[in-house]
Structures are given as structure tokens and as C-alpha cells.
């Protein structure tokens, strides 16, 4: 075998090992193709999450993100995930087991001042909305109260909740204006049509961040 060809195996085998072999499934069993499935997303995290953040995940769904998260931060305990369908929390816990992760903090519920409920069934693209009747049958945490359920202060947020991160954005600063002391947000920006996303940048440079990389999902940090 020449040194080209012994090269290209060492690389497949390499690639196989570090994220290939995985396997993701969906509540029906069906096996997600985790390597082009949110792919900028994963790739967003495997770039800018690092060992030592204290990251918030908002909208796990399967967990193919989650794992790229905790992956890099190295101590499980350094991550929350949070998903609030309760119909695939049961596939995205046993898909995080089958990476490993299987102690790995997951919060089934919604994070804000008021409880939520789930809006319609759109698989990646289901979404909350409040309520205040007998539907609201999701659990729900303040921030705080999250950080105090896991014994965690967050220092990172991770955000592809259907256009949930404004509305926690200013849950967030009614406790810490300055958002301190979260130096790190990506954030992919569904449903542009129903999120006022120029109100959101407009808070966070306030805030001192600054947008280093993204169109559809971005990364802000603070300077």
C-alpha cells in the first residue's frame, strides 16, 4: 500500500471514529443522518464551544448538537440541555447515552417567566407559545431557578428553540441587565417572520457583544 492510500484510510478511519460512528434516532426509531442534519449548527459549536464553558442548550431536539457540546466542554456537568417536547426527550436521552453522555443534565421543560405549550408538530421547527390554561402542561424553570436546579452559572447559550431566545434574552437581563456573566451566545435565527431579531442584536451589543461569524445561525461574543 503507498503512503497516499495508507493516508486516505488513516483519515476515513479517523473520521469514522470521531463522529461517523454515532448513531441518532428519532421517537419512531428512524436513524437521523447526523453528519448533514444541522451540520452548520454542529459545526458552529465544534468551532466556538471550548472546555470550561458553562453552556445552556435551548432546543436539543435529538441531541445531535448536544453531543458536539459536550464533546468540547469535557465534564458533562458543564451543560443543561433543554428540550421542551416531551414526545422525543425519551430518543434524545438514549441517543446522548449512546454517545457517552449518558449522565449528562437534560431538562424537559421550557425557560422563562410563564409556562409554555407546544405549538403544533412540526418536528425540527415545533415551537412554544405561552399559555395560561389547563394546556400548559410543559414544565417550566426561570433562568435562576435553572441554574440553581443543576448548580450551574452560565457563561454560554446555545439556541435553536424556533425563536425562543429573545423572550429569554429579557427574562435573562430583569435579573442581570448586562447580561453578565454570559460571554458567549449562538444562536440559529428561525422564524424571522414572528421574532423581532433586530431588537434582539440591538440588546446584546448594547450589552457589549458583537457578532463574529454567522448569517442564519451566529455566534455573538462579548469584547
Not at 422564524?191 to 461569524?213: A, H, I
Amino acid at each position: 500500500m503507498n503512503a497516499s492510500l495508507l493516508f486516505l484510510l488513516i483519515l476515513c478511519i479517523f473520521i469514522f471514529y470521531s463522529t461517523g460512528y454515532r448513531t441518532f434516532k428519532d421517537e419512531n426509531g428512524k436513524v437521523i443522518p447526523h453528519l448533514t442534519v444541522e451540520k452548520q449548527e454542529q459545526d458552529m459549536v465544534a468551532e466556538y464551544i471550548h472546555e470550561g464553558d458553562k453552556v445552556l442548550e435551548l432546543g436539543a431536539r435529538y441531541g445531535t448538537v448536544s453531543a458536539v457540546i459536550l464533546d468540547n466542554v469535557k465534564d458533562e456537568r458543564d451543560c443543561v440541555v433543554v428540550e421542551p417536547d416531551s414526545k422525543v426527550t425519551d430518543a434524545l436521552k438514549s441517543n446522548l447515552e449512546g454517545c457517552n453522555y449518558g449522565n449528562a443534565h437534560v431538562f424537559v421543560g421550557t425557560v422563562g417567566p410563564t409556562k409554555q405549550k407546544i405549538k403544533g408538530d412540526y418536528n425540527y421547527a415545533t415551537y412554544t407559545v405561552e399559555c395560561n390554561d389547563d394546556t400548559c402542561d410543559i414544565d417550566n424553570l426561570t433562568y435562576d431557578e435553572l441554574q440553581r436546579k443543576y448548580n450551574i452559572e452560565f457563561n454560554t447559550i446555545v439556541a435553536d428553540c424556533e425563536g425562543c431566545l429573545p423572550q429569554v434574552i429579557d427574562h435573562i437581563s430583569t435579573s442581570s441587565p448586562s447580561l453578565q456573566p454570559l460571554k458567549k451566545i449562538i444562536v440559529e435565527t428561525d422564524y424571522p417572520d414572528r421574532v423581532d431579531y433586530e431588537k434582539l442584536y440591538g440588546k446584546l451589543k448594547t450589552c457589549g457583544f458583537n457578532k463574529t461569524k454567522g448569517d442564519f445561525v451566529q455566534v455573538w461574543e462579548r469584547t
